[in-house]
């Protein structure tokens, strides 16, 4: 399937009155992006269309997947291979924060895509594979630092828009990552837990999916649309 990422180009007034600009100046999303309404609206814009190192979209790719049945849109991300380490021995660090804003945006994009009425919870169904997740992303003192300091700052956030979670193929290690981090995200317990016996969580995605294929978690298939300032 080819991406439908062709421009929707609009101006400044109806940007601003857009289901998608409206989402993402909701006062949680405000709180934790805290930039001035100009900047606010800038940031907005630039994301549309900016994209980092080539190396992180390789690396921490996360894509569009359909809807469930209560019309909430499916991403998923193979979270395993997601490694934050290689990011931040690169002095990286906020330009993989811009990239998880700009999944934020495609996020939003999905979800106004429906409309109240049909997605009435306005919240997201997201499903990572944590195959490959090992000990040496734990053992990086600054790797746990930047994972406290994003789930703090977008704890809130997350909680708006998280309907339901599924991960897949955890272990021992990744299990006790996401037990640290319980008392700080309380959206964790809307995620539901498997190993790596595909007999087990398959038939969840395959609910999930009703029943059509289960996409490979690997690509970056955003499937709609930047919003480009018309000039």
Do not use: C
Request: charged fraction near 25%; hydrophobic fraction near 40%; avoid cysteine.
């Amino acid at each position: 399937m080819l991406e439908d990422l062709s421009q929707k180009v609009m101006s400044l007034e109806e940007i601003q009155e857009s289901e998608e600009y409206k989402f993402f100046f909701r006062p949680v999303f405000r709180s934790a992006i805290n930039l001035p309404d100009e900047e606010y609206l800038s940031l907005f814009l630039e994301l549309q269309t900016w994209d980092p190192p080539k190396y992180i979209q390789e690396g921490f790719q996360y894509k569009f997947a359909g809807y469930d049945k209560k019309n909430r849109p499916i991403w998923i991300a193979a979270v395993g291979k997601y490694s934050i380490k290689e990011v931040l021995k690169r002095g990286d660090a906020d330009q993989l924060e811009r990239y998880g804003l700009k999944a934020l945006i495609w996020i939003i994009k999905s979800i106004v895509a429906k409309s109240p009425a049909e997605n009435q919870s306005g919240t997201v169904v997201l499903i990572g594979n944590f195959e490959g997740y090992s000990m040496f992303q734990l053992l990086h003192p600054p790797t746990m630092a930047f994972r406290y300091k994003m789930a703090g700052k977008y704890k809130e956030l997350m909680n708006s828009i998280f309907g339901v979670g599924i991960a897949v193929n955890m272990n021992r290690i990744s299990a006790w990552l996401v037990n640290l981090f319980r008392p700080v995200l309380s959206y964790l317990d809307r995620v539901e837990f498997f190993g790596s016996d595909e007999s087990k969580w398959r038939p969840r995605l395959e609910e999930i999916f009703e029943n059509a294929e289960i996409p490979s978690f690997d690509g970056n298939h955003r499937h709609f649309p930047p919003i480009i300032l018309q000039s």
